[in-house]
């Protein structure tokens, strides 16, 4: 069976990225990320977006997914930065803006690769990843069980933003339903997208996302051992933008 290092949401936190791959025991060579026991990483989606080096994370999940040493599957800001480089009308705001930043400051050649390398890893990537014969699922905003197995619409947005109303909170952010609290699946559920300030398990889900870019931490979770590692942000810390679960409809 393959081990799995599942790491949250990166936002183009590059230096923190690097730091907890060492610390899960990786070596890098050539920019491919190689585990004595052949772990592989596992990367959840929102790769990009509001942190320093965007581009290096890109650059860093291409080469180690088309190498076969990690996987991943889209987010919600990859979905957006996606449909920008497609050249669809989509609001240069909520993050994209620092991306789009980065890839103008770019040489034309190297602009280029990168949204190369971008568009090919959104394609090829699975809309969530089911792993270990079903023992494991992966997806940017969690899914419940009635979607496992299933693609679609309706599962394409719940995976890309989680359990939406339609509605909006105070700040402008999407009243969102706490989907983990009915879940009662065999499968674990490994997601992130909301942030919380340490990992939150819940009826076999865990939410992984302790938002790094806001000046909480980059957290893995190790399959199928369960451990946590983290490593402290070097952003500044926003406090109003971590979830608590009473800020989530029950």
Known sequence: MTAYDIIGDVHGCYEELTKLIDILGYTCKDGIYVHKDDR????????????????????????????????????????????????H??????????????????????????VSQFKELYEDSPMYLILDNKKLI???AGIPEKYIG??????????????????????????RL????????????????????????????????????????LTALSYPEMKVSSVKSSMPYDESRFRDLDDLIL
Not at 94 to 111: I, K, P
Not at 153 to 174: A, C, H, M, Q, S
Not at 186 to 212: A, M, Q
């Open 178 to 217: 706490d989907w983990a609290k009915d879940y009662r699946g065999p499968s674990l559920i490994v997601y992130g997208h909301t942030p919380v300030k340490e990992p939150r398990f819940l009826n076999n889900t865990v939410n992984i996302d302790t938002g790094c870019v806001f000046g909480g931490s």
């Open 138 to 140: 992966v997806a940017h």
């Open 89 to 114: 009308n989509v609001k240069i705001i909520h993050g994209l803006e620092t991306t789009v930043e980065e890839l103008n400051a770019l040489s034309d050649s190297h602009r280029k690769r990168i």
């Open 40 to 87: 592989k990483l596992v990367f959840l989606g929102d790769i990009t977006d509001r942190g320093p080096d965007s581009i290096g994370v890109i650059e860093l999940v291409y080469k180690n997914v088309k190498a076969g040493k990690a996987l991943y599957t889209p987010g919600n800001h990859c979905n957006k930065l996606y449909r920008y480089l497609l050249g």
């Open 150 to 175: 299933h693609y679609g619409k309706n599962v394409r947005r719940f995976v890309l933003y989680g359990d939406i109303t339609g509605e909006k909170n105070p700040d402008g952010t999407p009243v």
